[in-house]
């Protein structure tokens, strides 16, 4: 089972969207449900909750197509939008360990989870608030 909040469905839904006709590509964190007192989780279930936005025209970003301000290890989900494609994975897709697909009419409709091999995963969208990210976490 794939859990996300119901708050960063609607923002990547909005995103995606927004970009229409081009897609988007949005890496996606989590964080552990014992930092989520509502998700009534086992303590130790991944919930994404976060996401990591690239500025265009940044050149850090650009450097042969990958973004390296991004942890690529605190990102095991990456979001793609399909404005012209089927709600399904493609070769072109970033894969990492959960990969979120959306198509128009960008809705939970056609919104799904995959795993990295293409195969569909259960998902599960909370209606819970994620934590606060502060700028600096301690270490």
Excluded: C
Excluded at 4 to 13: A, F, H
Excluded at 22 to 41: F, G, Q, Y
Excluded at 133 to 138: D, K, P, R, V
């Amino acid at each position: 089972m794939i859990y996300i909040t119901r708050g960063l469905v609607e923002t990547l839904l909005r995103q995606a969207e927004e970009a229409e006709p081009d897609s988007r590509a949005i890496p996606l964190a989590v964080t552990r449900s014992e930092n989520l007192p509502d998700a009534e989780l086992p303590p130790d279930t991944p919930v994404f909750t976060h996401f990591y936005l690239s500025s265009k025209g940044d050149t850090i970003n650009a450097i042969f197509g990958v973004d390296m301000k991004t942890p690529a290890a605190q990102t095991p989900g990456m979001f793609v939008s399909h404005p012209l494609s089927e709600l399904k994975v493609t070769k072109e897709d970033d894969m990492r360990e959960v990969i979120f697909v959306a198509v128009p009419p960008w809705s939970v409709d056609s919104f799904k989870a995959f795993g990295r091999s293409g195969d569909t995963k259960e998902l599960e969208i909370l209606d819970v608030e994620p934590p606060e990210e502060t700028q600096f976490a301690e270490q």
